[in-house]
């Protein structure tokens, strides 16, 4: 079973109750647009967000940033498939990931690295859906 298969019957084969986020974390995985975990946190630091991305990552507090930034550095291609396997629109993909990504990121890398994709599948059952959807 690859690490996609593995990260879609996480949760029990159900999905997490949110549209954004059971878009975004096959893409955590590899696949799609953001190319891994550590893809995702490239095209942030090689589109302006480096600061942000590493505050995420690292272990102290996580910096903050717009649903534009975000836009700006992934790309309208990148929103635009997170628009159309969520079925949000392009607008509520960003704010979403704005508010979703720091938290995401951060508990996806608790000792300040980027694990391997092995790594990732287990850090994702261990996710608090709470915190990341302001539950």
């Known amino acids: 079973m690859g690490l ?3 990260l879609s019957g996480l949760f029990g084969g159900k999905k997490t109750g949110n549209s954004l986020l059971d878009a975004v974390l096959p893409m ?3 696949g799609g647009a953001l190319g891994g975990l550590g893809g995702l946190v490239s095209k942030l630091t090689n589109g ?3 600061d942000q991305a590493k505050s995420w990552v690292g272990t102290g507090p996580n910096q903050e ?3 534009d930034q975000l836009h700006q550095a992934l790309g309208q291609d990148t929103i ?3 628009a ?3 079925g949000l629109s392009h607008d509520e993909v960003k704010t979403g990931l704005a508010k979703m990504l ?3 990121v951060n508990q996806l890398t608790p000792n300040g690295q980027i ?3 092995g790594s990732i599948g287990s850090m994702v059952k261990g996710l608090d859906l709470g915190k990341l959807l302001g539950k």
């Open 84 to 86: 159309d396997k969520s």
């Open 28 to 30: 955590l995985a590899g």
């Open 65 to 67: 940033v717009s649903g």
């Open 115 to 117: 694990p391997n994709l």
């Open 80 to 82: 635009g498939q997170l």
């Open 4 to 6: 996609k298969d593995m």
């Open 48 to 50: 302006g967000l480096g």
């Open 102 to 104: 720091p938290n995401l």
